[in-house]
């Protein structure tokens, strides 16, 4: 805290701050709260913790699988799965439809990490990294847009072959 204040003391006789160098010091600020918070009322956990100076952004997302409990990055808020909770109760046809719509992303999520650099993701700003991952969205797409169009291609010249032979056959 003596840092942030001497902080504040230079900006008040006149030193001025860039926009990013604003946005950092905020950034300190919030994770100096949290922490103060954690420590006064010693728990390990606050709303909208960040983990990340240099991407504050970046949320924890609890998996619980072996080895990675938690996980770190850019959530996406699709259908829950597992039980229900206590007193509320469920549709299975709904369950069942949201299931296999989330078995499908999750498909294209780990095609998209594998193969299209999502997994890959560095970016330091919220904009970036929202750009990064547009652009690994739009490659899954085109390779997906591909593969159609190269069985339309293999159909097409499948056709034109049978039609060569058709005609070579007739001709006879």
Do not use: W
Request: with cysteine; net charge positive; hydrophobic share 40%.
């Amino acid at each position: 805290m003596k840092t942030l204040d001497a902080i504040d003391g230079k900006r008040s006789l006149g030193k001025s701050l860039t926009t990013r160098q604003m946005e950092r010091l905020d950034t300190l600020r919030t994770i100096y709260e949290q922490q103060e918070y954690m420590y006064d009322h010693h728990t390990h956990s606050v709303p909208d913790r960040i983990v990340s100076v240099s991407q504050p952004f970046v949320r924890p997302i609890v998996r619980g699988k072996a080895g990675r409990p938690v996980e770190f990055g850019a959530k996406l808020d699709i259908p829950a799965l597992g039980q229900p909770k206590k007193g509320e109760t469920r549709d299975k046809a709904r369950d069942y439809r949201d299931e296999c719509e989330r078995v499908e992303v999750e498909r294209r999520f780990s095609l998209a990490k594998r193969k299209c650099g999502l997994g890959l993701v560095t970016a330091k700003l919220r904009e970036t990294a929202a750009h990064v991952i547009a652009m690994s969205v739009l490659a899954l797409n085109l390779r997906k847009i591909q593969r159609a169009l190269l069985r339309l291609l293999a159909y097409l010249m499948l056709v034109n072959i049978k039609y060569c032979l058709y005609i070579i056959k007739s001709s006879m």
